[in-house]
T-cell receptor, first 110, second 116 residues
């Protein structure tokens, strides 16, 4: 079946540093989604990408939909302690099928 | 506006016991999803409802899992009997249900199940 790979699996950074994580798949997706999950909570949508090559920002977050439609990346600039959490990418083939990656765990050291 | 509500938040049971989870979606959301999230992994879809109809239950282990969404609003997910491997977080999500790709899913906080 369809699977997503996320890298890195986990990362520890200093507050103020920029962060980059990515998501790859052997399958083509029509939509890429990036979610953040805090401990004890459900995932919250950060950014949605709908077109190949699309670059979208949401505050300090920037994400891009890869040209091949098989990958996406998420950048966080000037990290702060509340950025701590698990970041999931998700690919969507149709309006009802969303596949989640295994997540990237981010820790920010003050 | 209230988000997706789930209860209980935590449940500890012994194996072979039954357990049920409840979800109240965002008002006006026609589509409801139940996901399973194992430790260190992303959510995996168990079942999707459009109104009261289960339109995708291909990943639901039907020998022990069942779900219902009476009246197309609240939903319950049941496991009977529970096994050790069922220990996980069970997430509920809802969306407006527009048949287009920009239909955002909103997640509840989940129920963390521990089977002893």
């Amino acid at each position: 079946g369809q699977q997503l790979n996320q890298s890195p699996q986990s990362m520890f950074i200093q507050e103020g540093e920029d962060v980059s994580m990515n998501c790859t798949s052997s399958s083509i997706f029509n939509t890429w989604l990036w979610y953040k999950q805090d401990p004890g909570e459900g995932p919250v949508l950060l950014i949605a990408l709908y077109k190949a090559g699309e670059l979208t920002s949401n505050g300090r977050l920037t994400a891009q939909f890869g040209i091949t439609r098989k990958d996406s990346f998420l950048n966080i600039s000037a990290s702060i302690p509340s950025d701590v959490g698990i970041y999931f990418c998700a690919g969507q083939t149709s309006y009802d099928k969303v596949i989640f990656g295994p997540g990237t765990s981010l820790s920010v050291i003050p | 506006e209230a988000g997706v509500v789930q209860s209980p938040r935590y449940k500890i049971i012994e194996k072979k016991q039954p357990v049920a989870f409840w979800c109240n979606p965002i008002s006006g959301h026609n589509t409801l999803y139940w996901y399973l999230q194992n430790l260190g992994q992303g959510p995996e879809l168990l079942i999707r409802y459009e109104n009261e109809e289960a339109v995708d239950d291909s990943q639901l282990p039907k020998d022990r899992f069942s779900a219902e969404r009476l009246k197309g609003v609240d939903s319950t997910l049941k496991i009977q009997p529970a096994e050790l491997g069922d220990s996980a977080v069970y997430l509920c999500a809802s969306s407006l249900g527009r048949r287009e790709k920009r239909d955002t899913q909103y997640f509840g906080p989940g129920t963390r199940l521990t089977v002893l």
